[in-house]
C-alpha cells in the first residue's frame, strides 16, 4: 500500500456538548491517539479535546475512514450528486492542521486539493469518481448509491445520445444523398434520355424521384419482384453513372 503517511502533531476538537465530547475521547482512546478532555474555564459548556496525532493512517483504516467521517460529520458539505458540478468539501479551521486530513484521505486512497480561505482552509474533492469512493469509505452507502445511480443515468443519457447523433447524421446524409440522386434521374428524364434505360431501371430511378427519404432497402422492397439492398445500390450506382457522364 506504499508508504505510511505519518504526520505527528496535535489534534485539537472543541466540543460543545459533554455527551459528544465523551464519545469523541472513547473513539479517540480505541484508535490509540492518547485523547485528553478538559473543560473551558470561562465556558463551562465547551470541552476540548487534544490527541498526539502520529499513526501510519494507511495501515490503520479504521483510523483513517473514522477521522474522514468525523471531520466531514462537524465541517463536510457536499452537493445533491443530480444538480451542478460535484463538490465535497470539509473546512478545516485556522487553529487545526489541514495536513492531518489530507494524509487521512491519502489513506484511503482519495486525492483531496486545498485551497485557504478567510479563517481556515477548505479542503475539496470535484471529481465524481473519487467523490463516491470517500462516501463508501465514510460508511455513507445510500449516498454513494445515489451519486452512482445518477452517474450510470448520465452515462446512459450521454450514450443515447451519441447514438441518436450518430443516426441522424447517418439519416441526414442518406436524404441529402437520395435527393441528389432524385434530382439526376429527374434531370434524364426530362431530356428524354430514360428510353434507353430498361424497364427496371426506370421504375427505380421513378421510385427515387418519387420517394428521395427511402433507404436502399425500402426501394427495394418496392420493385416487383423485390429486390435486395446489394441489387439496388448496384443498380443505383449504374444509373447514377450514367446519368452523370450523360451516356445512354
Do not use: C
Not at 220 to 246: E, F, T, W, Y
Amino acid at each position: 500500500m506504499g508508504q505510511s503517511a505519518i504526520l505527528p502533531g496535535t489534534l485539537e476538537m472543541r466540543i460543545p456538548s459533554v455527551v459528544v465530547a465523551r464519545r469523541a475521547y472513547r473513539l479517540m482512546k480505541t484508535l490509540g491517539l492518547a485523547p485528553k478532555m478538559a473543560a473551558n474555564r470561562r465556558n463551562r459548556m465547551q470541552y476540548t479535546l487534544t490527541a498526539v496525532v502520529g499513526v501510519g493512517w494507511d495501515q490503520d483504516y479504521a483510523a483513517a475512514s473514522s477521522i474522514a467521517t468525523g471531520w466531514f460529520l462537524r465541517h463536510g458539505y457536499i452537493t445533491h450528486p443530480d444538480h451542478g458540478p460535484a463538490h465535497l468539501e470539509f473546512w478545516v479551521p485556522r487553529d487545526q492542521d489541514p495536513a492531518i486530513l489530507v494524509a487521512a484521505l491519502d489513506a484511503l486512497h482519495v486525492k483531496a486539493k486545498t485551497a485557504p480561505k478567510p479563517g481556515g482552509t477548505s479542503v475539496y474533492l470535484k471529481d465524481r469518481a473519487q467523490i463516491r469512493v470517500l462516501l463508501g469509505k465514510m460508511g455513507a452507502h445510500r449516498a454513494m448509491l445515489q451519486w452512482e445511480s445518477v452517474d450510470v443515468m448520465r452515462h446512459m443519457k450521454n450514450q443515447v445520445n451519441r447514438l441518436v447523433n450518430s443516426e441522424t447524421a447517418n439519416l441526414r446524409r442518406a436524404v441529402e444523398s437520395g435527393l441528389t440522386q432524385a434530382e439526376y434521374f429527374r434531370q434524364v428524364i426530362d431530356e428524354g434520355r430514360d428510353r434507353a434505360w430498361d424497364e427496371a431501371g426506370q421504375i427505380l430511378a421513378r421510385l427515387r424521384i418519387a420517394h428521395p427519404d427511402w433507404s436502399l432497402a425500402e426501394l427495394g422492397q418496392a420493385m416487383v419482384p423485390p429486390l435486395s439492398k446489394s441489387a439496388i445500390n448496384h443498380r443505383m450506382r449504374r444509373l447514377l453513372r450514367l446519368a452523370k457522364d450523360r451516356v445512354l
